[in-house]
């Protein structure tokens, strides 16, 4: 069964601090993978990931894929309080889905002033 | 900016009763989804639909719920007899093609509470 697992699940920081967030696979046929920001209520996009070793890059986010190891991490440097909300992973496969998307639990973050 | 749009953001049924929720699509989108998100849980693909049939539906996706377009605008999905455990946060999402790059875009929600 493909699967997605995200650690840590929570994570509490200062602001200022550099976090990474780590997102595991194993999901036949590998397309892609995003990152995405759930604040309120819509995720919403971060990173499209597809080729290993290159970094994608957004401010202070950056996101980097390993299909060998089959794992992507997000990190965030100079945190703020902004940035706390859940971050999901999830991967987009070739075959019969169509643009559907198998997710992680998320992780939760939160950066206290 | 373009946004997929869903309505109610919450509703409340009881246990039994049908329930649509509906969505608003992207115009030039033309892949559909519908994703759930049970509360301190994950997110889940329930089904997308494209060119009017479904194309691909999860396990979860069972004889209760079904999709409709039923005009060029919008996009529903509908629980006939819902339960306890179909209280979730429902996500429609809309893109342009099959791909999660193009320009797939997630709704606001709809916050289901069966009681």
């Known amino acids: 069964e493909d699967k997605v697992v995200q650690s840590p699940l929570s994570l509490v920081v200062h602001e200022g601090d550099t976090v990474t967030l780590n997102c595991s696979y194993e999901v036949t046929n590998f397309r892609s993978l995003l990152w995405y920001k759930q604040e309120k209520k819509a995720p919403t996009f971060l990173f499209m990931l597809t080729s290993s070793g290159i970094e994608k890059k957004s401010g202070r986010l950056s996101s980097i894929l390993d299909k060998k190891e089959l794992f992507s991490i997000l990190n965030i440097t100079a945190t703020q309080t902004g940035d706390s909300a859940i971050y999901l992973c999830?991967?987009?496969?070739?075959?019969?889905?169509?643009?559907?998307?198998?997710f992680g639990k998320g992780t939760k973050l939160s950066v206290k002033p | 900016e373009p946004e997929v749009t869903q309505t109610p953001s919450h509703q409340v049924t009881q246990m039994g009763q049908e329930v649509i929720l509906r969505c608003v699509p992207i115009?030039?989108?033309?892949?559909f989804y519908w994703y759930r998100q049970i509360l301190g849980q994950k997110v889940e693909f329930l089904v997308s639909?494209?060119?009017?049939?479904?194309?691909?539906k999860s396990e979860i996706f069972d004889d209760q719920f079904s999709v409709e377009r039923p005009d060029g605008s919008n996009f529903t999905l509908k629980i006939r007899s819902t339960k306890l455990e179909d209280s979730a946060m429902y996500f429609c999402?809309?893109?342009?093609?099959?791909?999660?790059?193009?320009?797939?875009?997630f709704g606001s929600g709809t916050r289901l509470t069966v009681v």
């Open positions: 639909f494209y060119n009017n049939e479904i194309s691909e």
């Open positions: 999402a809309s893109s342009e093609v099959g791909r999660a790059n193009y320009g797939y875009t």
């Open positions: 999830a991967v987009e496969a070739y075959g019969g889905s169509q643009g559907n998307l198998i």
């Open positions: 115009s030039n989108h033309l892949y």
